[in-house]
């Protein structure tokens, strides 16, 4: 059973930088694509960024394109989301995810999904 577990969510003023980690467990992410995405109150979930098995393959929203930066580290079975010049709009719970195969933008391709951390940025 393959879990995975968001952190470094919190509350933080606009302009400013979070790094949030997704620690997977019960089985190795290295052969799988990983993507963040974003769930704002009352709006649907969406594509925030995504990586390949590799590391060597990205894609952004284009949101957050050149702002926000994911990484992976295979040993540790991680992958990561530096947000930089974070905006209000981008308040929103983010999850991380993972799927089999190519990297995708659609949520329903994922297979796997963590509970979700908190990020609020203010004005």
């Known amino acids: 059973q393959v879990q995975l577990v968001e952190s470094g969510g919190g509350l933080v003023q606009a302009g400013g930088s979070l790094r949030l980690s997704c620690a997977a467990s019960g089985r190795s992410m290295s052969s799988y694509a990983m993507g963040w995405f974003r769930q704002a109150p009352g709006k649907e979930r969406v594509f925030v960024a995504t990586i390949n098995w590799s590391g060597r393959n990205t894609d952004y929203a284009d949101s957050v394109k050149g702002r926000f930066t994911i990484s992976r580290d295979n040993a540790k079975n991680a992958v990561y989301l530096q947000m930089n010049s974070l905006k209000p709009e981008d308040t929103a719970v983010y999850y991380c995810?993972?799927?089999?195969?190519?990297?995708?933008?659609?949520?329903?391709?994922?297979?796997?999904w963590g509970q979700g951390t908190q990020v609020t940025v203010s004005s």
């Open positions: 995810a993972s799927k089999m195969g190519p990297t995708s933008v659609r949520p329903a391709g994922y297979d796997y």
